[in-house]
């Protein structure tokens, strides 16, 4: 562990600053219609770590919290409406949006819940129909 490398990021304005430090569990995009209309945008870069490797260093008291079911905690800082990580209790997993860590070396290697999409990518990464099945989902694939 004293060789694991944090990367530390922050939200828009810089109230709240986090921290991951290792390697995370798994990288990619999702295509889901629930991240797409709490982001505003038509996907999602997440890198998924292990909870304990997810710290905030900085302005906890400053993010908000919204749950619309049980899998999904999505947060944001509360002075500038940055969004800064979503915790997946039920997966045992925190998504650390790609944008929030600019200097952690992102690369995708799967898109989920592809049937969903709006944006089609044509990268020739596996496209997963919803999510793989150690994280609840069916594991199938779909085309590009
Ligand atoms: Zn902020
Ligand atoms: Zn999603």
């Known amino acids: 562990m004293s060789q694991a490398k944090t990367y530390r990021g922050s939200c828009f304005c810089g109230t709240v600053q986090i921290a991951v430090t290792g390697e995370p569990v798994a990288m990619g995009y999702c295509h889901c219609d629930s991240c ?7 996907v999602n870069a997440f890198t998924l770590w292990n909870p304990d490797a997810v710290q905030v260093t900085q302005g906890a008291d400053s993010i908000g919290t919204y749950n619309k079911t049980a899998r999904s905690y999505r947060k944001w800082c509360k002075t500038c409406g940055g969004h800064l990580l979503t915790e997946h209790p039920t ?3 925190t998504d650390v949006y790609a944008a929030v860590i600019p200097d952690f070396p992102y690369q995708a290697g ?3 819940n592809y049937q969903e999409t709006v944006l089609r990518m044509r ?4 496209k997963q129909k919803d999510v793989p099945t150690e994280m ?3 594991g199938a694939s779909v085309a590009e």
């Open 123 to 126: 990268d020739g990464l596996p």
């Open 136 to 138: 609840g989902g069916t």
């Open 36 to 42: 797409r209309r709490w982001s505003a945008g038509p």
């Open 91 to 93: 997966m045992g997993v």
């Open 110 to 112: 799967v898109h989920v």
